[in-house]
């Protein structure tokens, strides 16, 4: 299982980024796939899962401004957030869950296989 985060920087507040995750060693149609994040100092957040069905879930703080989606015959996931605010600051990691339900409550979780993650900033 490999899973490798790109797209992360700088934006300013208002602005938007997209971030991938290329995933190999299995197919991600097959599993709960999912975007969390951790800021310095901070507890890891759960940002957007997408299930195997393509049914969408985010966390209130993301609701209507990142959006998740899955390429399946690229094998990668994205995460377009847009609206950026500077507490959307962090490192952003891509996860398979292993958890049902497919939900942004677990996909943090440690024995979820991960990522090395891309870092945002907003200013």
């Known amino acids: 299982v490999q899973l490798v985060e790109s797209g992360g920087g700088s934006a300013q507040a208002g602005g938007s980024l997209t971030l991938a995750c290329e995933i190999s060693g299995f197919t991600d149609s097959r599993y709960c796939m999912g975007w969390f994040r951790q800021a310095p100092g901070k507890e890891r957040e759960g940002v957007a899962t997408?299930?195997?069905?393509?049914?969408?879930t985010y966390a209130e703080s993301v609701k209507g401004r990142f959006t998740i989606s899955k390429d399946v015959a690229k094998n990668t996931l994205y995460l377009q957030m847009s609206s950026l605010k500077p507490e959307d600051t962090a490192m952003y990691y891509c996860a398979r869950s292993v958890y049902i339900p497919c939900a942004v409550d677990t996909v943090a979780a440690e024995d979820n296989s991960r990522g090395r993650g891309t870092q945002v900033t907003v200013s």
């Open positions: 997408i299930n195997i069905l393509g049914t969408p």
